[in-house]
């Protein structure tokens, strides 16, 4: 090996040597200094704290007099800036999302349907839902039996039950749509209101982000399209004037067009601390009180006092929901002017009728199917399966 080349490799291997001196240095430097506060929050907090971590001032080094940008604050506030950029990423790749609240009922003779809704829901939507369920006292053992004996253990649910049975419970839970105060007395907020012969076919957070418009107390589907036109009957599309009493004294000074199209009840998007605000609980019980000294109720024999007391206080006071939203009348028979098509489409089916999907040969039923959870204590099987 000739001099030139003695003196490159050498100068080569001493580089070598004071480059791994360095390293060294730097590893048992590093080890030796503190973990910085910022890091040590930021290792302990998990992914529900990073809006939280984001907003809190950063504890830097003070600066000494003279001192005008010292090793150990070009550190902090380098990692500083590298640890904040990794918190605003995190927390934009998990957005924080509202519980969408719900409201159901249920009895003996409606449970299948109730476990049926919660199911469609949950299959989807990949949000949070949680369940406020009304059922009678004597179905609180079989439902939490269905629920966590199947795939539906998981869900998140609360459960308020009434000490009745047949026709009483029936007309009881009819009433909890205007009186979701009294048995979720801590519910507050935007909650949506569902009838328990319903599928869900679209994602529920659609329904719940739903904008309710200033001055109307919830998003109601409106009931005059010519789908609904058999609701009728021999009285055409259904008006106001085959929904309510004009004639009832209550009624007559309140200015309202017989012709106007109603809306449904069975699905809505309300408001429940508004509700509470502007006392409508209460004047909705006054209309049903008011309905004992005559029928608040029109020739429209679907129409309880409960709706007729919704459709009178809210007369020109809704938002109107996408009819997507609220495919009705599916119950009135076996056949649908619906096609398959349009069906598929839905986000919402309502068997509002006499034909229930689990009791008769309904209009698309075999979308209801979908979605049963069959009973694991076989006390509750559709009566058309049965043979």
Avoid at 131 to 143: A, D, G, K, N, Q
Avoid at 184 to 202: A, R, S, T
Wanted: glycine share 6%; net charge neutral.
């Amino acid at each position: 090996m000739n001099t030139s080349l003695r003196i490159k490799f050498g100068g080569l291997l001493a580089l070598v040597i004071c480059w791994c001196v360095f390293m060294v240095y730097l590893v048992s430097y590093l080890e030796w200094m503190p973990p910085l506060p910022l890091l040590q929050q930021f290792q302990n907090s998990g992914p529900s704290d990073y809006h939280m971590q984001e907003s809190k001032p950063l504890l830097l080094p003070k600066l000494a007099k003279n001192d005008i940008f010292p090793e150990t604050f070009h550190q902090e506030y380098l990692k500083h800036k590298i640890l904040t950029t990794t918190i605003k990423s995190l927390a934009a790749a998990t957005p924080l999302s509202p519980v969408v609240r719900v409201i159901v009922t249920g009895d003996s003779l409606t449970i299948g349907g109730l476990v049926a809704l919660i199911n469609s829901i949950l299959s989807n939507t990949k949000s949070h839902v949680k369940f406020y369920i009304v059922i009678t006292e004597e179905e609180l053992p079989h439902l939490k039996t269905w629920i966590h004996s199947t795939k539906l253990h998981t869900m998140d649910y609360e459960i308020h039950t009434v000490p009745l049975s047949g026709n009483k419970a029936a007309a009881h839970l009819r009433k909890v749509k205007m009186e979701m105060n009294l048995y979720f007395p801590n519910l507050e907020g935007k909650v949506i209101y569902m009838d328990n012969d319903i599928i869900v076919q679209g994602d529920i957070m659609e329904l719940y982000a739903v904008k309710i418009q200033p001055n109307t107390y919830g998003a109601f589907a409106q009931d005059c399209s010519s789908s609904s036109a058999r609701a009728g009957g021999a009285m055409g599309r259904p008006r106001y004037a085959s929904h309510i009493n004009l004639h009832h004294s209550h009624i007559l000074d309140l200015d309202i067009d017989g012709s106007a199209c109603p809306f449904a009840t069975g699905v809505f998007v309300a408001n429940i601390s508004e509700w509470k605000e502007k006392d409508v609980f209460e004047r909705l019980q006054g209309w049903v009180d008011a309905h004992k000294e005559g029928p608040i109720t029109g020739l429209n024999p679907g129409v309880d006092e409960i709706e007729a007391a919704m459709l009178i206080e809210f007369y020109g006071k809704i938002t109107a929901l996408d009819p997507l939203w609220h495919i009705q009348h599916l119950g009135l028979g076996s056949t649908s002017r619906h096609s398959k098509q349009f069906i598929e489409r839905a986000k919402l089916l309502h068997w509002s009728g006499h034909f229930k999907p689990w009791r008769h040969w309904s209009a698309h039923s075999e979308h209801w199917d979908r979605y049963f959870v069959p009973d694991p204590t076989l006390q509750f099987r559709p009566i058309r399966k049965r043979s």
